[in-house]
């Protein structure tokens, strides 16, 4: 298996075409792919990255890496690391609403010149990979989850205050 230090350095085309122009390395391709395709969309739909976009980039070439070195081996898999953030069933369903597969596969479509994780079977986990570093809170999809938060908390306050009327109760009343 290739390593990391070499797989980042071997040759790429960082953009679409065999131009002079658009020869790199993979990290840089990946980079490229990050900076003008990922992380605008990401924030496009609405949601701001958990830390600084450096960091993130630097965790998608390592996953670029994963999934490029390990489509071919069939009886390998890769698994989702837990994510960064507090990750609540709301959380999940809200991003699953903002960025569906239909989303997904419509803004990868310009992109499918990547194909060292562009059309793999492994292409889901960009979408994992974002899920994972998300700020949950961010956006119009973080303040949608908090109107579902929102709309709970009234919902079990209301529970609280309606029930029957016990302070008028004597001993021998049914209701």
Known sequence: ???F???KNQFAYVGPGCNKE?????EEAMLIFFYEGISPWIKNIGYKWSRDDNYIAKNFVHLCYMIHTTTDMYGKDLKIPKPKHRDFQEDRETFDFFVDTIQLIDFLEPWN??????GTRFEHLIREFCYVWIDVTSGKPGAFTQSIF?????AEAEEET???DTT????WDLY
């Open 113 to 118: 010149f990547r194909s060292e994780v562009v």
């Open 22 to 26: 658009q020869e790199g390395t993979m």
């Open 1 to 3: 298996m290739l390593s």
């Open 150 to 154: 929102d709309a709970e908390a009234e």
């Open 168 to 171: 008028s109760k004597k001993k």
């Open 162 to 164: 309606s029930g029957p």
């Open 5 to 7: 230090y070499n797989w």
